[in-house]
């Protein structure tokens, strides 16, 4: 009994440390969508420097993205 409370607290706790990473990544990139100031900054932290062409690409590119089925899940084929 020893050994069963730290592996269950463990196993809850990776569960849901990744739930609340994904909750968060999806939200940055939500707001990236809108905010080009973020989506800039981004790309600078990368090594890019783009210009508003680029910019206006990068954007209609993530917001044209299909949201991803969750972890697990199955995906339709099409």
């Known amino acids: 009994m020893d050994i069963v409370i730290p592996i269950i607290t463990?196993?809850?706790g990776l569960v849901g440390g990744f739930a609340i990473g994904v909750?968060?990544?999806r939200r940055q990139m939500t707001?990236?969508?809108n905010d080009?100031?973020?989506l800039q900054?981004?790309?600078k932290q990368m090594g890019y420097n783009l210009n508003?062409?680029?910019m206006q690409r990068a954007q209609q590119m993530m917001k044209n993205?299909?949201?991803t089925p969750p972890a697990g899940g199955k995906r339709k084929k099409k």
């Open 52 to 54: 508003g062409k680029q």
């Open 41 to 43: 900054k981004m790309a």
């Open 10 to 12: 463990l196993i809850v």
């Open 36 to 38: 080009p100031q973020m």
């Open 65 to 67: 993205q299909n949201p």
């Open 31 to 33: 707001k990236m969508q």
């Open 23 to 25: 909750f968060y990544l």
